[in-house]
């Protein structure tokens, strides 16, 4: 019922920003938790971020806190992922996902943005 459509990717240098987007459609994910995930190549997908539906709960993978931050703005059926101090280990395919009930199984995947910090 829910497509989710990264955007905002890009190459950027080390130290710089970057904020990618994940748009919702088909119905509204307010009430969903959303994540954002990310796999370099040769890697496992990781975990990097998460937000709870009130917005009020956050949780980072200790890889990335105190860089990036997770929003969502509900209006406009999206949600964010500011990525500031990059590095190139931060190089990678980021994917949004979303979950109706917190604590389950992501059950909407989205297709995923390139990110490539160079150094």
């Known amino acids: 019922q829910v497509q989710l459509v990264e955007s905002g990717g890009g190459l950027v240098q080390a130290g710089g920003s970057l904020r990618l987007s994940c748009a919702a459609s088909g119905r509204t994910v307010s009430s969903f938790t959303m994540g954002w995930f990310r796999q370099a190549p040769g890697k496992e997908r990781e975990f990097v971020a998460r937000?709870?539906?009130?917005?009020?709960?956050?949780v980072y993978a200790d890889s990335v806190k105190g860089r990036f931050t997770i929003s969502r703005d509900n209006a406009k059926n999206t949600v964010y992922l500011q990525m500031n101090s990059l590095k190139p280990e931060d190089t990678a395919v980021y994917f949004c996902?979303?979950?109706?009930?917190?604590?389950?199984?992501?059950?909407?995947w989205g297709q995923g943005t390139q990110v490539t910090v160079s150094s």
């Open positions: 937000i709870m539906a009130s917005g009020a709960i956050t």
């Open positions: 996902a979303g979950t109706y009930y917190s604590g389950a199984s992501y059950a909407y």
